[in-house]
């Protein structure tokens, strides 16, 4: 099994993009914990609201639900902005639209770091991946490198959004493709409330029996196991300069 290598924590602001609520916290949450902890500048941006995620729950009042626990996991790892964009939960596309509006969201933030979920095809052959995943990650991607270009999405620009380039790499957490980890022992707990904040959502989803520390307990002992700490959160690495 190959070993993991240390993120780069040398940054001071990062955006993390993702799809739904809930998609940060199932992994990458007690990562975000750590960042704040070290005095790091966070924000949160949620593609869709994850009105579709509660099959019992109409999804103009879902929406409502998901957006206001997904506010409140963000503030239990030191995270205090959430946007959401409001495109429709489930049937998101690859794209030019999906890559406008995440370019936008790049724009306005300026961050050096972006962090999102995976979006390989399965994770780590134990699953598929949801197609959301998959669009909102490699349009985030594509995005980072559109916020640096004046002659993509110009209007922007004329509306009064600067161009930014200065995003070194983009993280993508839970990658079957990872090769880069950090230490979460400390800030686990943390990830776990913010996994639990999410209550309505996992109600939901008839997990009765479900536990939010035995669930991200397994996945970081493995990682932990990989990285020679007790605990830890994986990363793939996409570097942004040219030549990467």
């Known amino acids: 099994m190959t070993e993991l290598q240390q993120l780069d924590e040398s940054w001071t602001t990062a955006l993390a993009v993702v799809a739904h609520p809930d998609d940060l916290e199932f992994g990458a949450a007690a990562a975000i914990a750590r960042w704040t902890g070290q005095g790091k500048s966070i924000n949160y941006c949620m593609v869709t609201s994850g009105e579709a995620g509660i099959d019992g729950l109409d999804p103009i009042e879902a929406k409502v639900v998901r957006e206001a626990e997904q506010v409140e996991s963000a503030r239990i790892v030191g995270v205090d ?18 890559r406008r509006v995440i370019c936008e969201t790049v724009r306005r933030h300026r961050p050096e ?31 980072v490198r559109d916020a640096g270009n004046r002659w993509i999405f110009p209007e922007q620009v004329e509306q009064g959004l ?6 070194r790499e983009v993280w993508a957490a839970g990658s079957p493709m990872a090769e880069h980890a950090v230490d979460i022992t400390a800030t686990f707990d943390a990830g776990v409330a913010s996994l639990k904040a999410h209550r309505a959502y996992i109600d939901g989803l008839g997990w009765e029996n479900f536990d939010a520390g ?8 493995q990682a932990g196991t990989r990285f020679g700490v007790p605990l830890a959160t994986t990363f793939e690495v996409f570097r942004m300069g040219w030549g990467d």
Not at 118 to 133: E, I, K, M, P, V
Request: net charge negative; no cysteine; hydrophobic share 40%.
């Open 81 to 98: 902005r959430v946007d959401f964009l409001g495109l429709p939960d489930g049937i998101l596309e690859y794209g030019v639209g999906l």
């Open 113 to 143: 770091i972006v962090i999102t979920g995976n979006f390989r095809d399965h994770w780590g052959g134990r699953s598929l991946n949801q197609a959301d995943h998959i669009a909102v990650g490699r349009a985030t991607l594509d995005a």
């Open 162 to 167: 600067q161009t930014w380039g200065g995003v």
């Open 214 to 221: 035995e669930f991200l307990e397994s996945g970081a002992r």
